[in-house]
């Protein structure tokens, strides 16, 4: 029961960030997208990921939302978490010119603290995931547990 709630609130994190982070980048799509094309990683791809990127973050809190897509959603967060920390830290440690692709409340953070955020974000996620696949292997085990039990071996 402990961990279906920190599942839930996990869970519940991450539909609040990619849906504010999704609707926000659609409500300033030409400053995402004119973002996009200032960083030097992503000018190439910047008209492409200025549509997926706000749509993939509303996927991912829809898939979250709902129960039987969750673990896919988990799973979702930790893959996109994972690659918005690695463009993040390169920018930190790589880069002097640094434009800024995030909206809203977020925008106001710096680099580093925006780069501690998502590593703080990331290890939740993967905390979650594997959280959810231990209670599922568990589950697993005792169901395999009880038929075991309801089948006696003959000799």
């Not at 030409?30 to 973002?35: P, Q, R, S």
């Not at 967060?77 to 930190?92: E, K």
């Not at 800024?100 to 939740?124: K, V």
Request: proline share 4%.
């Amino acid at each position: 029961m402990k961990k279906e709630l920190i599942l839930d609130i996990i869970a519940n994190f991450f539909i609040l960030l990619f849906l504010y982070t999704g609707i926000m980048k659609i409500i300033d799509h030409h400053l995402f997208d004119w973002a996009l094309h200032r960083s030097p990683l992503l000018d190439g791809v910047a008209p492409i990921l200025s549509y997926l990127v706000p749509i993939g973050e509303l996927l991912i809190a829809l898939s979250l939302l709902i129960p039987r897509t969750r673990r896919l959603g988990l799973i979702s967060s930790l893959c996109l978490m994972s690659i918005f920390t690695f463009y993040i830290g390169y920018m930190l440690y790589f880069r002097v010119d640094r434009p800024c692709t995030c909206g809203g409340i977020i925008s106001y953070m710096n680099w580093h603290q925006h780069f501690y955020f998502n590593t703080a974000a990331t290890l939740l996620a993967l905390y979650a995931v594997l959280l959810r696949r231990n209670r599922k292997s568990r589950a697993v085990k005792d169901s395999n547990a009880m038929e075991t039990a309801n089948y006696p071996m003959h000799v």
